[in-house]
């Protein structure tokens, strides 16, 4: 019998420590996380397009769920950068994936401002989205 610390236990037992949680494959984290991320990244983008000006609200809490998404399945097992370049890329995915019909349609002029407010305000809250999962992100890592 050996002195372990949840109590006596027998020699054959001590040599085979057993885990309580089972021990997840890395690479079957990032699979998870890449997948899932990028479907809440596609799923808040098409939110996006169909809220309008509420957009705005809704872009924010958009990307600090993928981020809370990405922390929840890989913690702290990857790099930071890695991290946060996925969340990002997750956020700039979806945003493409959605809104890649108005890209050609896009024109800066002051004449046209007014047809093209939609698009500004899909910008800003994808801009919003992509400063709130690095944030949450950044926050969640350190």
């Given at each position: ?8 236990r ?15 494959d ?39 769920l ?5 922390l ?6 990857q ?64």
């Open positions: 019998m050996v002195s372990a610390p949840g109590g006596m027998c020699s054959e037992c001590t040599t085979h420590p057993s885990t309580v949680t089972g021990a997840v890395t690479s079957d984290r990032i699979g998870w996380a890449v997948s899932s991320a990028l479907l809440v990244g596609i799923i808040g983008a098409i939110l996006i397009k169909g809220l309008g000006f509420i957009a705005m609200v809704v872009g924010p809490c958009y990307g600090a993928i981020g809370d998404v990405l929840r399945i890989l913690g702290k097992s790099k930071p950068a890695y991290i946060t370049a996925l969340g990002l890329g997750s956020v700039a995915f979806g945003a493409m994936i959605v809104f890649a019909k108005m890209l050609p349609n896009l024109t800066l002029s002051v004449m046209t401002l007014s047809p093209h407010v939609a698009e500004m305000v899909y910008g800003l809250s994808i801009g919003l989205a992509l400063s709130a999962c690095y944030s949450r992100l950044q926050k969640g890592i350190a």
